[in-house]
């Protein structure tokens, strides 16, 4: 069972990359593997094109939403939000120039979907107590 799940998030983060790869060709993203040398990395990492990427996917929310449309699909009810987390850590920490390795612990990739996890339900009850409030006030005003 435990060989089936890492299977398959293995070809989960396959597709996470291929579609991030995808998603920033036009920007000239050059491909790299998991299992290329360290040195590569650390020539990718520092690249001036992996800096663009990571700066425009921390500020344009565009990016990730068309990495998650070509991983999951166009609706965004049916992405599990588990999967999401998960694919929002992986870019992230890929593109991240501070980050030494394109490979995350399994202690590390768990703690920050958690953390992610934490703040998008936080997210979900803002949102949810702005709507009762707003549907109160205007039930109110009428």
């Known amino acids: 069972m435990l060989r089936k799940i890492r299977s398959f998030r293995g070809t989960l983060a396959s597709r996470i990359r291929a579609a991030m790869f995808s998603t920033f060709a036009a920007d000239k993203l050059p491909v790299i593997n998991t299992n290329d040398s360290s040195n590569e990395v650390s020539a990718w990492k520092n690249s001036s ?7 425009k996917l921390k500020t344009n929310g565009d990016y990730i939403n068309k990495i998650l449309d070509k991983v999951y ?3 965004p009810e049916k992405r599990p939000v588990v999967q999401v ?8 920490y890929v593109l991240n120039p501070k980050k030494e390795h394109i490979k995350i612990k399994e202690e590390i990739l768990q703690r920050k979907i958690r953390k992610y996890l934490v703040c998008f339900c936080k ?8 709507i009762i409030n707003n ?3 205007l ?4």
């Open 49 to 55: 094109v992996v800096a663009e990427c990571f700066e």
């Open 73 to 75: 699909g166009t609706d």
């Open 85 to 92: 987390a998960f694919t929002v850590v992986l870019v992230y």
């Open 123 to 130: 997210y979900l009850k803002c949102m949810l107590y702005n």
């Open 135 to 137: 549907e109160f006030y």
């Open 139 to 142: 039930f109110r005003t009428k």
